[in-house]
């Protein structure tokens, strides 16, 4: 796969704290669990496997965080694409519930982890709105709001009129909103959750690529770039949507599309404070979702899809730029400085997979577009499973690597289901 978008670029690495040392692997050692990828789902795993006195150590090819981890909206959002009733009548009852409690619970893990680490993360826990662009997702989300406030979560239903005014805006019919939601600058979460699993015990190395892990009797030996090797007798693969080959068909078993993110200037005051006064995050109802915030030093942020392919100029972020200023005509004239992508990996049923190779070698893949608390509470879940190995702290199933059928077409296929999206999505202006 062709190098993404440096890391530089982004909003976050010129607004995040220096992140801790993570020296490349330069002689070969012995731990207990090896992880590769040092985004949320590796470096949670390390940590919790750190805090259970497990050793671990993280190989990452570039920077922690050099992923969709520091790169995203910064959106935390509980929950995924099924609502609690969808999840129940795909795993039954127990089932279903015990995995809405799981997905239910990725904000607060969040949340919980950079108060109990001290982490320097600016953080606003002001909520998640969804905003409903048709009639009938305006019943999606009442039935939504309802299913989670059963089970005793905080949520609002908003009307037109209370859209407007906690939006700023009239895109909406209406929506709803998750108080469990929140706002994170998300590298510093990434660079937080490093300096929390360091001082664990747990062993962070960038610039080290992993290119190879071979089985020798009863222990991996995971093989880099530089020569130098780890032996350990459990492995996490947590690549997201970058995986290399590693594992074979592991890439065709997702498409990883581009999400891109526009940034504007920091605004007057008086322009801040009419957009989301609240400080809440929102998203909406489309197939081809835009996402936005204003962040801790008050700029706003677009966010949606691009174009498959990396980008090639500035112009590829001008959809987005356009549509921020449809929705909020005071951004006119404000510059966007900041523009940047990266990529989100999609399975086939839009739920996260675990894969388990041969046994000892896992792999977690899949986050939807929503894994900052998703990945965070996959990799907890994963470093559970391979210190006890009890398949009950895993949330989903082990299933079968399965490339989704005719993958090298892929790019053909999100091209044409963009433009499809596109026209069936409509504009920006709610239709009633
Ligand atoms: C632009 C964008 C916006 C998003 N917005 C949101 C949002 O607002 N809210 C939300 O919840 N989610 C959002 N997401 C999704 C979220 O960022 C991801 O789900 C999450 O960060 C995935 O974490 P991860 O650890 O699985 O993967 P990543 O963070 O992508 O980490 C994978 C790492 O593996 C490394 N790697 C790959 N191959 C190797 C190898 N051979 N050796 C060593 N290392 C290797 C890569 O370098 C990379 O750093 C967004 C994603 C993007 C791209």
Redesign the pocket.
């Known amino acids: 796969m062709a190098v993404p978008f440096p890391l530089a670029p982004s909003l976050w690495a010129t607004t995040a704290p220096a992140a801790a040392p993570t020296p490349p692997l330069d002689q070969s050692i012995a731990v207990e669990t090896c992880i ?7 470096l949670s795993t390390a940590l919790r496997l750190a805090e259970r006195g497990i050793a671990a150590a993280v ?4 920077e922690p965080g ?4 520091g ?7 509980p929950g995924i694409k099924y609502d609690p009733s969808e999840l129940i009548a795909k795993y039954g009852t127990a089932g279903g519930e015990a995995l809405t409690r799981f997905v239910g619970s990725t904000a607060d893990r969040v949340f919980d982890l950079i108060a109990r680490h001290q982490m320097d993360v600016p953080f606003v826990r002001a909520g998640w709105i969804q905003g409903a662009h048709t009639q009938a997702m305006v019943e999606t989300v009442k039935r939504r709001a309802g299913e989670w406030a059963a089970r005793g979560v905080s949520t609002r239903l908003l009307d037109r009129d209370a859209m407007r005014e906690a939006v700023g805006a009239e895109q909406y019919l209406a929506g709803w909103q998750d108080g469990r939601a929140g706002s994170i600058q998300p590298l510093a979460y990434a660079r937080g959750l490093v300096r929390a699993a360091q001082k664990a015990g747990a062993q962070i190395h960038g610039d ?3 290119t190879g892990i071979v089985k020798r009797g009863e222990v991996f030996e995971i093989q880099t770039t530089q020569g130098p090797t780890v032996t350990a007798r459990r492995v996490v693969v ?7 080959g ?1 594992i074979p068909r592991l890439n065709q078993t997702i498409i990883a599309p581009n ?3 526009a940034a504007t200037e920091p605004l007057s005051d008086t322009i801040a404070k009419t957009i989301l006064p609240g400080g809440q995050v929102i998203s909406d109802t489309r197939q081809l979702l835009f ?1 936005y915030r204003r962040d801790h030093t008050n700029r706003f942020l677009m ?1 949606g899809r691009g174009p498959f392919r990396e980008p090639k100029s500035a112009d590829d972020w001008a959809h987005l730029e356009r549509a921020a200023v449809r929705i909020y005509p005071q951004l006119a004239g404000v510059k966007f400085d900041h523009r940047w ?4 990996s999609l399975t086939r049923d839009f739920l996260p997979h675990i894969h388990e190779s041969e046994p000892g070698l896992v792999v977690d893949i899949g ?1 939807m ?7 965070t509470a996959m990799g907890e879940a994963l470093a559970d499973y391979v210190a006890t190995g009890d398949k009950a702290a895993l949330p989903f199933p082990v299933v079968p690597v399965t490339p989704l059928p005719l993958h090298a077409l892929h790019k053909l296929y999100v091209s044409a289901i963009i433009t499809w999206y596109r026209m069936t999505d409509g504009g920006l202006k709610a239709s009633a």
């Open positions: 590769v990828g040092g985004g949320y789902a590796g190989l990452e090819a570039r050099w992923g969709a981890s790169r995203n909206g910064g959106q935390v959002i080290t690529r992993v947590a690549t997201g949507g970058y995986p290399d590693l999400s891109f993110i996402y966010g992508c990266g990529r989100v986050c577009g929503r894994g900052v608390g998703l990945q």
